[in-house]
């Protein structure tokens, strides 16, 4: 029957659809076909549900090669998802399947999180190959999730008085991480200085460095200000050894004393007053002495012979003043 008024024809269909998928449910019938049966726990019969399948196969095929979104209304899809998702939380049922009960503190069941695992391995590893840094997500999210992942998983571990890097053997005293893993990590960084040494860049950052140094430019200058104060963790290990006797450089028995007796010999033969007046550079002053001027200074003898040479004076008419360390006369060469 035709309306004059297509909007309320259509109401009328709706109507019509919904009594009649209303009524073949109550009968246990298809709502599709209203013929047979559905499958268990679904709501079409196997035929309704295989023509379904293709049909959104072909659709999703086509808009895919036009160009266009799987869905008309991706907004619309996702809530549905949501809701979905929500309703078999709810009742303790897996939030894919909705069949079997998830694993313990998860929302998936074993078998829906494994061929999940499983799909993420093998997209991971196709963008690998492609050359995709995460396996083509988003690197800033994926870093910051795993930013969040690493201290939710730090702060267990130091909670529960394990090593923050193994969790399975408790730190040593004073640090957050067990013996073999701090040795782990010395010897990873052993062998990362090694090889940027090799190569001739900073053993530090990696940056390239000038007349073969250790240290590029900013290292250096970060390195000679942190040798100049103390960090917290120094602090507190000082004040934690002297308050139980201990040496503060090596941690063993000093009898009282702020170092044990090998430390104190070291630190001694290491200071100026042990070493004496450092041996700086020789530099020689040239001052003529009819006039008092002075022609500059210089840094070796043979400078100061040019330079009179130059100026046409003799020994005789000018004083050389030689600022020369102490420390020169007891030495036979440099």
């Known amino acids: 029957m035709a309306y004059k008024d297509p909007e ?3 109401a009328r269909d709706r109507e019509r659809f919904r009594r009649r998928t209303a009524e073949r449910i109550a009968q246990g019938l298809c709502p599709n076909c209203g013929k047979e049966p559905p499958e268990p726990e679904r709501r079409l019969c196997a035929p309704c549900a295989g023509k379904r399948r293709e049909a959104e196969r072909v659709r999703d095929a086509k808009r895919r090669a036009a160009g266009e979104p799987r869905y008309r209304n991706p907004e619309t899809e996702r809530a549905r998802e ?72 730090y702060e267990a571990r130091r ?10 053997r408790p730190p040593v005293e004073g640090g957050a991480a067990c013996e073999p893993c701090r040795e782990a990590r010395r010897a990873g960084e052993r062998r990362q200085w090694a090889a940027r040494r090799m190569d001739g860049l900073c053993g530090r950052c990696g940056e390239a460095t000038f007349d073969g140094a250790s240290r590029c430019g900013r290292c250096a200058a970060l390195e000679a200000g942190r040798h100049r104060r103390k960090n917290a963790a120094s602090r507190k290990r000082y004040a934690r050894r002297r308050a139980r006797g201990l040496c503060t450089d090596c941690g063993q028995p000093s009898q009282g004393a702020a170092r044990c007796e090998p430390c104190a010999r070291r630190s001694y033969e290491r200071s100026d007053h042990f070493r004496g007046i450092p041996l ?9 002495i009819a006039t008092g001027e002075d022609h500059g200074t210089f840094e070796s003898l043979a400078e100061v012979a040019a330079c ?11 004083e050389v003043l030689g600022d020369v360390s102490p420390m020169a006369a007891f030495t036979a060469y440099e």
């Open 8 to 10: 309320e024809g259509r």
């Open 82 to 153: 949501r809701r979905r998702t929500a309703e078999r939380i709810a009742q303790g049922l897996c939030a894919n399947c909705g069949k079997e009960p998830p694993a313990p503190d998860r929302t998936l069941c074993r078998c829906c999180a494994e061929k999940r695992r499983a799909a993420e391995r093998a997209r991971y590893a196709k963008a690998k190959a492609a050359g995709k840094l995460y396996g083509g997500r988003d690197p800033k999210e994926r870093r910051r999730n795993a930013r969040g992942t690493a201290r939710r998983l």
């Open 159 to 168: 909670e529960a008085g394990l090593c923050t890097r193994c969790g399975l």
């Open 280 to 288: 700086w550079p020789a530099r020689y002053t040239v001052i003529e």
């Open 308 to 318: 009179l040479a130059f100026a046409r004076l003799s020994f005789d008419q000018v």
